[in-house]
């Protein structure tokens, strides 16, 4: 991607916009054979998850939530999850088990950053079908999700003004 107002440093090589336009991109085209890849390595998958976030706290109660997602949805227990929400939560754990990702997991304490965004970039994406999956688990989707209420209200348009009834006559 050509980045036109880099002069004077003060415009970031990638933005948020870049990895949320990679996650979109990235998650239409998952197959149901990637989310059962991802499952059947689920043991690997939770000892990366638990030995690999370091002091990310956040990127791994997303993570553990977003395997579990998967899982049920790969075994046909919760149906009722759009695939778009599964689609893009695969897409945040692929991204984390990149170790050559756009910044390298190796490098201390900033490897994780860009997984990290990654990861609440898909749950912001996902909130609708996150909450719906964590209201059928009984537990709070807060604990995954960040600014939930602001996510909610970017979800409903702003009402408008009442258009007038009257007409103008034309002359």
Known sequence: ???????????????????RQYLLEHAAQ?????????????AAVAAKINGGCGDH???QTQLRFALELLTDHAQGRSPQIPYHTVSLL?????YFLNPFDV??????????????LMAELAFELAAPGVERYATWKGVQASSVLVNQSDSKKKATPPRRAPRCTTRRRRG
């Open 1 to 19: 991607m050509r980045r036109e107002k880099r002069r004077g440093g003060k415009e970031p090589l990638l933005s948020a916009k870049d990895f």
């Open 103 to 116: 910044i390298p997991d190796d490098i201390p304490r900033v490897g994780l950053s860009d997984d990290a």
């Open 90 to 94: 695969a897409v945040a754990m692929l």
């Open 30 to 42: 998952i197959a149901p054979g990637d989310v059962e890849t991802l499952v059947a390595a689920r």
């Open 57 to 59: 706290a956040l990127l």
